[in-house]
């Protein structure tokens, strides 16, 4: 049987992953596909425990006080483990896994704390080991969700009723979210990321009219 199909949902803090991977995953169930849903950091699992520890700052309290290597390496095992105990089955028989973040989420987060003249050696990096090394599947489809940084902070604020002590270390330092956001971006170049621009003058379109663009991209796979 062939292998399946792994298409991951990614985007900055707050941009709709999350609700556009359920509707997504939701809408290739109706259409009959085996389809599994997972998302990252896998909060439920013990293999999560380094990045719990790292984002609420038991390492040190801002994004650059553990490298990007480092962080990485926490995220990447959770990935690893994940896939060995949960949907690596299905995928190696053909079945379709729909993440919410990725490897791709290294990728934007991590970069951040790199300057600019070292992405690629870390990207090359990052992506060897996690997908040759470790050997977790590459994606056949990365969708990036694309916010604006302040509608994406409106939508954050809004999540955390104003307690502000609920945000994680990369959710409070706007410096660091607006670095990812050049990664990010620099990235979806690089690597062929399907943009999906979630905004328009200043505003979030509708969840529907966001998921049906993603669901064009997806038929095309
Ligand atoms: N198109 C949209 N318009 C308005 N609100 C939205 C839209 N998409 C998502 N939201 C809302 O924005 C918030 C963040 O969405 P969601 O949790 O899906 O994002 P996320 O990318 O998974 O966030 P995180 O990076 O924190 O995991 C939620 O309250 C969600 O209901
Ligand atoms: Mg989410």
Known sequence: MRKGRLIVIEGLDGS?????????????????VNVRAVSFPDYQSDSSALVKMYLAGEFGKK???????AASSFYAVDRYASYKRDWGAIYENGGTIV?????????VHQCSKLPRDEWD????WLFRYEYDLLGIPAPDLVI????????????????????EA??????RDLDYQRRSREAAEYCA???GWRDVACARDGEMRSIEDIHAEVMDIVKSL
């Open 144 to 163: 990036y969700l694309r916010v604006d940084p302040d509608v994406s902070q409106r939508l954050m604020r809004a999540r955390y009723h104003g307690d």
């Open 166 to 171: 609920k945000r994680d270390i990369h959710e």
């Open 99 to 107: 993440a919410d973040r990725y490897a791709t989420s290294n990728a």
């Open 16 to 32: 709709g992953k999350a609700t556009q991977a359920k509707l997504l995953t939701e809408a290739l169930k109706a259409a009959g």
């Open 121 to 124: 050696e870390y990207l090359d």
């Open 63 to 69: 994004p650059e006080d553990v490298n990007a290597y």
């Open 189 to 191: 170049k690089r690597f």
